[in-house]
Every structure is written in C-alpha cells, then in structure tokens.
Nanobody
Framework: QLQIVESGGGSVHPGGSLRLSCAVS????????IGWFRRAPGKELEGVLC????????NYADSVKGRFTASGDNAKNTVYLQMNSLKPEDTAVYFC??????????????????WGQGTQVTVSS
C-alpha cells in the first residue's frame, strides 16, 4: 500500500530551523520525485521545492532559495526538508507529494500523484 507520512513540524522562533521528514512506502524514490508544498491560512497551495533523488536535481521556489534545502535517503525511503532562517511567513501546513518520473516541477502540484496528510510549521516570536 502506497503511503506518504510527513513529520518534524512544530513551533519555532524567527531565525530558527526545523527539519521535516517525508517517509514513503509502497514505491521507490528511484522512480518518483518528491515535492514539498505548503498552504498558509487563507492562501493557496504553494510549491516550496522538489527533489529527484535519482539524479534529476532539486528545484526551489524563489521564496525559499538560500534558506531551505532537501536531501534524500533512498535506502530509508525518506526525503528531508531542512528549513533554516525561518520567517513568520513560512508558517503553513507542509505537504510532501510524489510525482513519478526523473524530473520535477515546484510549480505544478497537479503533476503529483500521491500526497501526505501534512505537518504544521509555525514561526512566531
């Protein structure tokens, strides 16, 4: 059974860091790219970044470049989202999603077939 589970969310002060995890089962990261998306209260779904751990690279939204990075451990079927220098505007529910293929787009959530339930990230003083 295919499953995606995010974890690692929480509350942090501005300037702080969090690392989110996206654990997948039922499919291989060799065949799927992983995207991170977020939805802030009252706002539309926004792409954060996506990563192809099989060598297709990582694409970032402009809003997180230089602050967020992604990495993957294919042996553990887990992708990580490292978030540094967090800002209040990063507050959102963060979702992990899987898109079959070698490349990925951070601007095309409709290309992602499977989604996790999300994890809350709150940045406030």
């Amino acid at each position: 059974q295919l499953q995606i589970v995010e974890s690692g969310g929480g509350s942090v002060h501005p300037g702080g860091s969090l690392r989110l995890s996206c654990a997948v089962s039922g499919f291989s990261l060799d065949d799927y790219a992983i995207g991170w998306f977020r939805r802030a209260p009252g706002k539309e779904l926004e792409g954060v970044l996506c990563i192809s751990t099989s060598g297709g690279g990582t694409n970032y939204a402009d809003s997180v470049k230089g602050r967020f990075t992604a990495s993957g451990d294919n042996a553990k079927n887990t992708v990580y989202l490292q978030m540094n220098s967090l800002k209040p505007e990063d507050t959102a529910v963060y979702f992990c999603a899987a898109s079959r293929g070698f490349y990925c787009s951070v601007h095309a959530p409709f290309e992602y077939d499977y989604w996790g339930q999300g994890t809350q990230v709150t940045v406030s003083s």
